[in-house]
Antibody, heavy 120, light 107 residues
């Protein structure tokens, strides 16, 4: 399994962060995987943000801290999933990772990470 | 949310030393605990899942133990390639949460 991240690294406050994670070696609608977004910053450490997964239908879970601003969407046509975080501020500055979970919460595969900086 | 703590926050040991890191959960998480290694500038790498099960391809120098709220990660004989930060992570409840990390250096 390989995960390839893409997306811009510099945003201004109040803009929308959009990142994509392309999957190779599995399909986004796999019934045994969950597709996650995690971020890492010096102030907050490693922080799980949310996930999407398919079990006869699509499900999403989000961390309370970002739930009102975040959307994770699967794209079966491109075999990828995306993160959208609205109204970013300086506290959203972090390295963002996508990660695959095949074990109910164990992140076996990770993307390469994307440094996202929010600055005016 | 379940809070994860780790100790020490950093350590320095000699090549060949036995190194032990502890992780404590704020409530009972059974054995739903993972350990990751993160080398500088790299993504984290899963080492141990279910508190004590070695991920495929991971060296047997690494081991984990514990259940409930108290867990231990051990490097049996520290090697230069083990220089990294190590994180525990619980998956008993959402949100999934990580410990703050333990940075391991060579003395």
């Amino acid at each position: 399994i390989q995960l390839q991240q893409s997306g811009p690294g510099l945003l201004k406050p109040s803009q929308t962060l959009s990142l994509t994670c392309a999957i190779s070696g599995d399909i986004v609608s796999s019934s045994s995987a969950a597709w996650n977004w995690i971020r890492q910053s010096p102030s907050r450490g490693l922080e799980w943000l949310g996930r999407t997964y398919y079990r006869s239908k699509w499900y999403n879970d989000y961390a309370v801290s970002v739930k009102s601003r975040m959307t994770i969407n699967p794209d079966t046509s491109k075999n990828q999933f995306s993160l959208q975080l609205n109204s970013v501020n300086s506290e959203d500055t972090a390295v963002y990772y996508c990660a695959a979970d095949y074990g109910s919460g164990s992140f076996s595969f990770w993307g390469q990470g994307t440094q996202v900086t929010v600055s005016s | 949310d379940i809070q994860m703590t780790q100790s020490p926050s950093s350590l320095s040991a000699s090549v060949g030393d036995r190194v032990t890191i502890t992780c404590q959960a704020s409530q009972d998480i059974s054995s739903f605990l993972n350990w990751y290694q993160q080398r500088p500038g790299k993504s984290p790498n899963l080492l141990i899942f279910d508190a004590s099960k070695l991920e495929t391809g991971v060296t047997s120098r690494f081991s984990g133990s514990g259940s409930g709220t108290d867990f231990t990660f051990t490097i049996s004989s520290l090697q230069p390639e083990d220089i990294a930060t190590y994180y525990c992570q619980q998956y008993n409840n959402l949100p999934l949460t990580f410990g703050p990390g333990t940075k391991v250096d060579i003395k």
